[in-house]
């Protein structure tokens, strides 16, 4: 009887050691396919090319905005304002090369920020033109910043913020000036080729 419970003892232990082991096993073979996801999925995001970054959207969603404002069109400069705002949030930041990655972000912010202000102020259409003041400092420090695929113009208007001045960015070399509208269209000068 002795031997038959020493016995039973011996295989229950035994049995039961087997059993522990085989979710190490497991453990261990999970942890391994895990990694082989892991590096499969990291060698795989390693192998397809950095997105380039375009910044044509956002000045096509600037000059919107400033074009609106030449045609002293508030509605039409608060929806551009919001579009605007709407392609900065979206804006890939990963495609942002790291070198200038941190300067974009702060002169991003900034054009969100009045860009969200124009978009907000429907019927006053002289506090836009104050907001388009800095958005287009903003636009032109992000077109030096980043480059341009079209042919643009930093223009001036000596005029505006009491004899202050402001620039504007455009698409034309004529001058169109957004800050008063069709009380002095041809006011202003070019400044710079982009």
């Given at each position: 009887m002795k031997y038959t419970n020493l016995s039973s003892l011996a295989l229950a232990t035994f049995i039961l050691s087997s059993c522990n082991q085989a979710p190490d096993k497991n453990r261990e073979q999970q942890v391994v396919d895990n990694a082989t996801v892991q590096d499969t999925h990291t060698s795989?995001?390693?192998?397809?090319?950095?997105?380039?970054?375009?910044?044509d959207a956002v000045i096509?969603?600037?000059?919107?905005?400033?074009?609106?404002?030449?045609?002293?069109?508030?509605?039409?400069?608060?929806?551009?304002?919001?579009?605007?705002?709407?392609?900065l949030n979206a804006v890939d930041i990963k495609a942002i090369p790291g070198d200038k990655l941190k300067d974009y972000t702060?002169?991003?912010?900034?054009?969100?920020?009045?860009?969200e202000h124009i978009g907000a102020n429907a019927g006053k259409i002289d506090h836009q033109r104050e907001h388009l003041a800095s958005l287009s400092k903003d636009m032109a420090?992000?077109?030096?910043?980043?480059?341009?695929t079209q042919k643009l113009y930093q223009n001036h208007c000596p005029m505006f913020n009491d004899g202050k001045g402001a620039v504007w960015i455009s698409e034309t070399k004529e001058i169109k000036n957004p800050?008063?509208?069709s009380k002095m269209t041809t006011c202003g000068s070019v400044q710079k080729e982009y």
């Amino acid at each position: 009887m002795k031997y038959t419970n020493l016995s039973s003892l011996a295989l229950a232990t035994f049995i039961l050691s087997s059993c522990n082991q085989a979710p190490d096993k497991n453990r261990e073979q999970q942890v391994v396919d895990n990694a082989t996801v892991q590096d499969t999925h990291t060698s795989g995001s390693n192998n397809t090319a950095p997105e380039k970054f375009s910044f044509d959207a956002v000045i096509k969603d600037y000059l919107a905005l400033k074009n609106a404002l030449t045609a002293d069109d508030d509605k039409a400069a608060a929806d551009a304002g919001k579009q605007l705002f709407s392609t900065l949030n979206a804006v890939d930041i990963k495609a942002i090369p790291g070198d200038k990655l941190k300067d974009y972000t702060e002169i991003a912010d900034n054009a969100k920020e009045n860009a969200e202000h124009i978009g907000a102020n429907a019927g006053k259409i002289d506090h836009q033109r104050e907001h388009l003041a800095s958005l287009s400092k903003d636009m032109a420090d992000l077109i030096e910043l980043m480059g341009t695929t079209q042919k643009l113009y930093q223009n001036h208007c000596p005029m505006f913020n009491d004899g202050k001045g402001a620039v504007w960015i455009s698409e034309t070399k004529e001058i169109k000036n957004p800050y008063y509208g069709s009380k002095m269209t041809t006011c202003g000068s070019v400044q710079k080729e982009y």
